[in-house]
């Protein structure tokens, strides 16, 4: 994970640890890092020591250097900083503890899911999700219910990456959650899950009162990929914002969507071009003949990426 290139020998990194023990913390902070500018996975025992340290700024330095490296170690020591009493030094080793991806850091990691401090919780949930253990779906589910939505938010995130249908409801219990982050990571979270439960719990988000979330939901229908919520999406092509707009409709495109040809088309007319060439793009990937009139009245739109675009949705009919 270093990107420094390690020292000749283990014999320069035993001269430069030396350092840590010095009474000058300016001199134990430089000795951390030229320790972890060493490379060597016998670097991380060092600097994990330092984690120990009376002061907070080599602390600080040992937690960020161990974001370099991986590992049951590691993220043992990184589990102590996160805890520290100065918060720069906890954040630091949140950002490191995020780095870690070995899933043999997770015996280091779980007890710490039900810790006091929400700061804490929300963190360790952060770190199990690149870990992708079994054990951690448990307590992920558990921590839905806690009084924090952003330990409810990482939480979520550890579920949709190990995308367990047996978590579905989970999700979708979530995707009603009280907190917009909440409802918006779950939504993202279902895409995983292919089937008409998922599609009706993204299509329900579509009236959403966060405009966030119904994007998210137009974008998850198209990745879950059934037809069924294609009146769903149809319904948002009017939505007050743009984006949640441009989401449908490159929803309804993926999903080939014939029964919203007549939706788009006004769309080819809209004040913003973005959203002209999503609706010249999306009646391509549909090369419904139906649109072919439509395409061909605004081949001069004065946008040129529209209008590159509606030639080439123009060539998808001829070609279907």
């Not at 952060?126 to 938010?153: C, F, Q, T, W, Y």
Request: hydrophobic share 50%; glycine share 4%.
């Amino acid at each position: 994970m270093s990107a420094f290139e390690p020292f000749e020998s283990f014999g320069d990194l035993e001269e430069v640890a030396k350092g840590l023990t010095s009474p000058d913390s300016s001199v134990r902070r430089l000795a951390v890092i030229e320790i972890a500018e060493t490379a060597s996975p016998d670097a991380v025992e060092y600097l994990a020591s330092a984690i120990s340290d009376a002061a907070s700024d080599v602390r600080f330095q040992a937690v960020r250097a161990l974001g370099e490296f991986d590992g049951p170690i590691v993220a043992e020591a990184l589990v102590k900083g996160i805890v520290d009493c100065d918060p720069d030094v906890a954040g630091a080793s949140a950002e490191s503890l995020a780095e870690i991806r070995d899933p043999e850091a997770g015996p280091a990691l779980l007890p710490l899911v039900s810790h006091d401090s929400a700061f804490v919780r929300a963190s360790i949930f952060r770190s199990l999700k690149a870990l992708r253990i079994p054990e951690s779906l448990g307590p992920a589910v558990a921590a839905l219910g806690d009084p924090d939505p952003a330990v409810r938010v990482q939480s979520v995130g550890v579920i949709g990456y190990l995308k367990r249908v047996e978590s579905l409801p989970s999700l979708i219990g979530a995707a009603r959650d009280a907190n917009p982050d909440v409802r918006l990571a779950a939504i993202n979270a279902l895409a995983f899950a292919r089937n008409a439960a998922a599609a009706q719990a993204a299509s329900d988000a579509l009236k959403d009162s966060e405009w966030q979330v119904r994007a998210a939901a137009a974008e998850a229908i198209a990745k879950i990929g059934l037809t069924s919520a294609v009146s769903a999406v149809r319904t948002v092509l009017s939505d007050d914002y743009w984006q949640v707009r441009q989401k449908a409709l490159q929803s309804l495109g993926k999903l080939k969507a014939r029964d919203a040809v007549a939706d788009i088309v006004p769309l080819l007319d809209a004040q913003l071009p973005s959203l002209r060439k999503e609706a010249a793009a999306a009646l391509g990937d549909i090369a419904d003949p139906r649109a072919r009139e439509a395409l061909t009245a605004r081949v001069t739109d004065p946008d040129p990426d529209v209008r590159k675009t509606i030639v080439w949705a123009l060539g998808q009919l001829n070609a279907a």
